[in-house]
């Protein structure tokens, strides 16, 4: 098992993250919005991460970022095992007040979104 994070793992378009913002499936936690929508039959999941400038600095959105791609990385295999064959496209989009997160915060809190599905 590969513990890379591909740019085959990102979704890179803006028309990507709108088909995931109209068509997904919408869960909330304290400092993040999940979108999950169903992807293109590529075999693989697809993260975008979007952090505003509501966030904080450049410096803080970049960790931010950063948290979440790691989650994605060591996680990948668990997230949605029901959908690997087909794949899904995720998006996580963070909330105010979540600069000073640590990976272990970052971790529950998305696991936590996973069984809601």
Do not use: Q
């Amino acid at each position: 098992m590969s513990y890379g994070f591909s740019k085959k793992e990102r979704l890179l378009k803006r028309s990507d993250f709108a088909r995931v913002s109209k068509l997904g499936t919408r869960l909330s936690t304290k400092h993040f919005l999940v979108l999950v929508a169903s992807g293109p039959g590529l075999g693989h999941h697809r993260l975008g991460i979007t952090v505003g400038r509501h966030v904080g600095g450049a410096v803080f959105r970049n960790r931010i970022k950063r948290l979440v791609r790691e989650y994605f990385r060591l996680n990948k295999r668990e997230i949605l095992p029901d959908s690997i064959s087909t794949g899904a496209d995720i998006v996580v989009i963070a909330k105010a007040g979540c600069p000073y997160l640590k990976l272990d915060d970052v971790t529950g809190e998305l696991e936590a979104c996973w069984p809601k599905l």
